[in-house]
T-cell receptor
Framework: QKEVEQDPGPLSVPEGAIVSLNCTYS??????FMWYRQYSRKGPELLMY????GNKEDGRFTAQVDKSSKYISLFIRDSQPSDSATYLC?????????????FGQGTTLQVKP | GAVVSQHPSRVICKSGTSVKIECRSL??????MFWYRQFPKQSLMLMAT?????????EQGVEKDKFLINHASLTLSTLTVTSAHPEDSSFYIC??????????FGPGTRLTVL
């Protein structure tokens, strides 16, 4: 079993839809949770960073962490065609120089105009 | 701020040659840099972690003699793929971390070994 599971999709939605992206994980020691956006042939770009459980909102993006269920989510409101990309979840046990990131496989999202 | 560059962006080489990829943090000092490998439609796999001025720490299964990493300064790390073979063809991405805990990723280097 992979440490981090993420449905690769692809996920196709109409413009303006609410998008829900999810990851599950098995390592209860993970404390730091991130979502990255990666456009084709580019490096990942950090979207959201959360510590422990709870919600965090930034513009159209909301990240949720449920440590009891080992489940994290990223919601995108009013999705735009420019949101079309691959979304990677990542998590680590600790911060500092030993904070190795474990990535999910990535979910490919397509927002159709 | 927090820009990481990689050079070259694409490289095509013959089997048996060595290829060097540079990773630079342009506007911050990176105490730690990471090298990842990504196959098509797959996740990023950490290859090694390097701290400035010390030897890199390689992940299990990564050949340290094949993937040479040098972190000579707080703004530059290099990955050299020695005696490259077609199976080394991949997308190589570096990331850099400074005083905060956030990793900032470079744009990646696509290596094709013929």
């Amino acid at each position: 079993q992979k440490e981090v599971e993420q449905d690769p999709g692809p996920l196709s939605v109409p413009e303006g839809a609410i998008v829900s992206l999810n990851c599950t994980y098995s390592n209860s020691a993970f404390q730091y949770f991130m979502w990255y956006r990666q456009y084709s042939r580019k490096g990942p770009e950090l979207l959201m960073y959360t510590y422990s459980s709870g919600n965090k909102e930034d513009g159209r993006f909301t990240a949720q962490v449920d440590k009891s269920s080992k489940y994290i989510s990223l919601f995108i409101r009013d999705s735009q065609p420019s949101d079309s990309a691959t979304y990677l979840c990542a998590m680590s046990e600790r911060t500092g120089n030993t904070g190795k990131l474990i990535f999910g496989q990535g979910t490919t999202l397509q927002v159709k105009p | 701020g927090a820009v990481v560059s990689q050079h070259p962006s694409r490289v095509i080489c013959k089997s048996g040659t060595s290829v060097k990829i540079e990773c630079r943090s342009l506007d911050f000092q990176a105490t730690t840099m990471f090298w990842y490998r990504q196959f098509p439609k797959q996740s990023l796999m950490l290859m090694a972690t390097s701290n400035e001025g010390s030897k890199a720490t390689y992940e299990q299964g990564v050949e340290k003699d094949k993937f040479l990493i040098n972190h000579a300064s707080l703004t530059l790390s290099t990955l050299t793929v020695t005696s490259a073979h077609p199976e080394d063809s991949s997308f190589y991405i570096c990331s850099a971390r400074g005083l905060t805990d956030t990793q900032y990723f470079g744009p990646g280097t696509r290596l094709t070994v013929l």
